[in-house]
């Protein structure tokens, strides 16, 4: 069974950083994305930044909010990303959610599936 272990949420002050961790554990199949999405009170779940996993090389996307100010690394060998924030908002609080896509093949056939951990909690104080 996929869990995901999160790590790093908490209160910091407007201008600060963060670092969000996520450590994917209980598969063998292989990681097409793993990265980090929010949910703001009242609000719908958003993007904040995606690793892709290539068989060359890994690329990432952020969202347009956080672009700039936000860096999204992999730990291939221990199935992790890490989410570093600076600069941090008033409006960057929300529950931080931990996503991961993996992939195998079986039979000919592709499969893939999404998982998601339980979130952690980013609170901004202006």
């Known amino acids: 069974q996929v869990q995901l272990v999160e790590s790093g949420g908490g209160l910091v002050q407007t201008g600060e950083s963060l670092k969000l961790s996520c450590q994917a554990f209980?598969?063998?199949?292989?990681?097409?994305?793993m990265g980090w999405y929010r949910q703001a009170p009242g609000k719908g779940r958003e993007k904040v930044a995606v690793?892709?996993?290539?068989?060359?090389?890994?690329?990432?996307d952020y969202a347009l909010s956080v672009a700039g100010r936000s860096t999204i690394s992999r730990d291939g060998v221990k199935n992790a990303v890490v989410l570093q924030m600076d600069s941090l908002k008033p409006e960057d609080a929300a529950v931080y959610y931990c996503?991961?896509?993996?992939?195998?093949?079986?039979?000919?056939?592709?499969?893939?599936?999404?998982?998601w951990g339980k979130g952690v909690r980013v609170t901004v104080s202006s």
């Open positions: 690793m892709h996993f290539g068989e060359i090389t890994d690329s990432a």
């Open positions: 209980g598969s063998n199949a292989s990681i097409s994305a």
């Open positions: 996503n991961l896509e993996l992939f195998w093949k079986s039979n000919g056939r592709n499969f893939d599936t999404v998982h």
